[in-house]
């Protein structure tokens, strides 16, 4: 991804809340969120003892609206979390440290340095897995090296250090971390998905094409596939008595029990889609033959519904 320093973790919202961390984010604090993603993206800023602010969303690729952005900066806000939902990039610009919640989109190349961190995750149903996982991605040296240690207890040295031929096997605890390593089996998972990426990319990337010209659509990101439809839970049923698995990505979590205290206002376009989104099945191997019965299906439910 064009980083200069990544530090393996074991899922991407241990990624965003050691980011977090290692950026000096404490009690009274704020950070904007869009409200329009997975809890883990705001989970943990509350365990940080941060105050999450909600940001809305834009109407086309439902990413971070920079207007709404920027209405909610106060004195206390210390750093954003943009979401690349479905594997569109948010573009944020702010000179507010950025912490990119990328669990959807892995990027080849690209510049870093003008984030903090990057967070990615490589959970079961992502465009590579490990599984469970995740990384960070970093510029600096500095950061690069208090997140190895903070990930395994405050340690100063891990066990591979120690246990190498003429290392020694005593060690430090610099300061209270966490658990939050990944494992040498997931590592070996990765690094064969790693290999794999750019056909499971380009395969997806197929996908999202023939979807766009069978719907009349221009979605762009390979990780989701979200249409918006109104009588949506006529719509699940009818798809799952066809034999179809579809979901949602995501709640308005402004609206849920677990965040309602941190709400400020109304969100629009966020209570719009999240009334109304649906995400078709899109993967690495899904043929095109399936995508067209996808296709095909919806037709015959708008249709049938008129809507």
Not at 162 to 168: D, I, L, N, P, T
Not at 203 to 221: F, Q
Not at 262 to 288: F, M, N, S, W
Request: aromatic share 10%; proline share 4%; hydrophobic share 40%.
């Amino acid at each position: 991804v064009g980083a200069k320093y990544a530090i393996a973790v074991n899922s991407c919202t241990a990624a965003m809340f050691l980011s977090l961390k290692a950026l000096g984010i404490k009690e009274g604090d704020e950070v904007i969120v869009p409200a329009f993603t997975f809890p883990s993206t705001v989970s943990v800023v509350i365990h940080c003892g941060a105050v999450p602010v909600f940001a809305d969303i834009r109407a086309d690729d439902f990413t971070m609206d920079q207007k709404s952005f920027e209405r909610v900066i106060t004195k206390k806000t210390k750093a954003v979390i943009p979401v690349h939902y479905g594997g569109n990039r948010a573009n944020i610009k702010t000179k507010l440290p950025i912490i990119e919640d990328s669990a959807h989109l892995i990027p080849k190349g690209g510049d870093n340095k003008k984030s903090f961190a990057r967070c990615y995750s490589f959970y079961a149903t992502k465009n590579m897995t490990t599984g469970e996982g995740g990384m960070i991605t970093t510029s600096s040296k500095k950061t690069a090296e208090w997140l190895r240690k903070a990930r395994l207890h405050g340690l100063s040295r891990d066990a591979w250090k120690r246990y190498q031929v003429k290392s020694k096997w005593v060690y430090e605890v610099e300061f209270p971390g966490w658990k939050f390593n990944t494992t040498d089996v997931a590592s070996a998972l990765g690094r064969v998905q790693l290999g794999r990426l750019p056909g499971f990319e380009k395969r997806r990337r197929e996908v999202v094409s023939l979807y766009n010209k069978l719907l009349g659509l221009k979605n762009k990101g390979t990780h989701l596939y979200p249409i918006l439809v109104e009588k949506r839970e006529q719509f699940f049923e009818y798809m799952k008595n066809n034999g179809i698995g579809c979901s949602f990505h995501f709640l308005a979590l402004h609206k849920e029990p677990a965040f309602k205290k941190y709400a400020r206002g109304k969100l629009p376009i966020t209570e719009r889609v999240a009334q109304r989104v649906v995400t078709l099945p899109l993967d690495a191997v899904i043929t095109d033959n399936e995508v067209k019965r996808v296709a095909r299906l919806l037709g015959e439910f708008k249709q049938k519904e008129g809507k």
